[in-house]
């Protein structure tokens, strides 16, 4: 009996990997709720990068960034965005990062990992030193832009500067209501339109048809509340 139970403690021990791989593997777009240690208790300061139509957050120990509409971190060699300053985060692989993200000097990344050390400052990191020749074959050209094409950057959602913490919306149907009714910019970059229009639909598509009827009633009763406090 006690062999019995040390062979299933060894296949146990040895398959925890081969599961915890495949969980990683899974994230992808449209899958929320990673959790990637950001949890900020107000809408951060965003700064413009020079001559990019990116914004980071200097004052933050995080390589937190918006560009195009959306939220986009650097954390543990992987990259997420939200449409939402805290989240919740999706995983982003590294053949779907915008191109404009990729081009952010060095020196924007406040919590640069340890490889960036030496490299120029005022460049991009390099990348296909760290995601190998696959990557730099699929993304040729990433790198080579003409910056007086450069288009303008995306609007801040600033109304979300009136939801702290303590006030932040946790539900993503939620975010989405607030967030088509205060901020109306939609994407321009394809990629980042992609990302976007899949996380949305694969979130809407897990809800039961009674949830997105009774989600449907309730923005109806939220904008008749509006209307009315309007007149």
Request: avoid cysteine; aromatic fraction near 16%; hydrophobic fraction near 30%.
């Amino acid at each position: 009996m006690l062999k019995i139970r040390n062979v299933i403690l060894v296949l146990g021990m040895l398959m925890s990997p081969l599961v915890a791989s495949a969980a990683q593997v899974s994230i992808g777009i449209g899958t929320p709720h990673v959790s990637i240690g950001i949890n900020l208790p107000a809408y951060p300061q965003l700064v413009r990068v020079p001559g990019y139509p990116v914004y980071y957050a200097p004052r933050l120990n995080a390589n937190f960034f918006f560009y195009d509409g959306l939220y986009w971190v650097f954390h543990g060699d992987n990259w997420y965005a939200s449409s939402w300053y805290n989240g919740p985060w999706w995983f982003v692989d590294s053949y779907a990062v915008p191109a404009y993200i990729l081009r952010v000097p060095v020196r924007y990344y406040r919590q640069p990992p340890s490889y960036f050390r030496g490299w120029r400052p005022d460049a991009p990191p390099r990348w296909h030193e760290n995601w190998g020749r696959d990557w730099e074959q699929r993304r040729d050209g990433w790198d080579k832009w003409d910056r007086r094409a450069a288009p303008a950057p995306a609007p801040l959602p600033g109304y979300q500067r009136q939801y702290p913490r303590e006030q932040y919306p946790r539900q993503m149907e939620r975010q989405r209501e607030l967030q088509q009714d205060r901020y109306r910019y939609q994407p321009r970059d394809p990629v980042v339109r992609q990302h976007y229009q899949e996380h949305y639909q694969e979130h809407y598509q897990r809800q039961g048809p009674v949830q997105r009827r009774d989600q449907r009633d309730q923005r109806g009763r939220n904008q008749d509340q509006r209307r009315d406090r309007d007149r």
